[in-house]
């Protein structure tokens, strides 16, 4: 049996410097629209780095630390977990935090999507890429992204 999810997550919203927001969209859940999203492996894990993690696993791009750099907005989200994705957490677990980052990387950035999370990809300006994510704390984040560069 694979063993219960975490609740606790990391979102990485990666951006252009002239804002234009990458949305993936679910494999599992075709037209829900998102940034990078994922729970830390184990307690302890690092949340810096499981966001590279992600973001490499998700999109094939590697957060190195000189061209590349996550950017951790020392803020979190306590969502409650949607009903349909519950069961892969403990029993009685219903909600989970989430700690935003984002990174900046050029428009010409190759996307590699993991096909078994991922089915397309879309570069959009943050208010229309706002409006296409599913997750309220998401779309949040894309809001306050011109808060949070430089």
Same mark, same amino acid.
């Given at each position: 049996m694979k063993p219960y999810?975490?609740?606790? &997550?990391?979102?990485? %919203?990666?951006h252009?410097?002239?804002?234009? %927001? ?5 494999a #599992? =859940?075709?037209? $829900? ?7 830390i492996?184990v307690?302890?894990?690092p $949340?810096?780095e ?5 973001? $490499?696993e ?9 061209r590349?750099?996550?950017r #951790?907005?020392q803020l &979190?989200n306590? @969502?409650?977990i @949607?009903?349909?994705? =519950?069961h ?9 935090t989430?700690?935003?980052? &984002? %990174?900046? %990387?050029p428009? #010409? ?10 089915i397309n990809h879309?570069?959009?300006?943050h208010l229309?890429?706002a #409006?296409k994510c $599913?997750?309220s &704390?998401n779309?949040e984040?894309i ?7 430089g």
């Amino acid at each position: 049996m694979k063993p219960y999810k975490i609740p606790e &997550s990391v979102l990485v %919203v990666i951006h252009t410097a002239d804002l234009q %927001v990458l949305l993936i969209e679910r494999a #599992d =859940r075709p037209g $829900f629209w998102q940034s990078v999203t994922g729970s830390i492996d184990v307690i302890g894990e690092p $949340f810096i780095e499981a966001a590279a993690r992600e973001l $490499f696993e998700e999109t094939g791009i590697v957060a190195d630390g000189k061209r590349i750099v996550l950017r #951790d907005w020392q803020l &979190s989200n306590i @969502y409650t977990i @949607y009903p349909e994705w =519950r069961h892969r957490y403990a029993p009685g677990v219903v909600e989970n935090t989430e700690h935003i980052f &984002s %990174v900046e %990387v050029p428009r #010409d950035t190759p996307v590699t999507l993991s096909p078994r999370e991922h089915i397309n990809h879309a570069w959009l300006p943050h208010l229309e890429a706002a #409006d296409k994510c $599913f997750s309220s &704390s998401n779309a949040e984040a894309i809001l306050l992204l011109p808060r949070h560069l430089g």
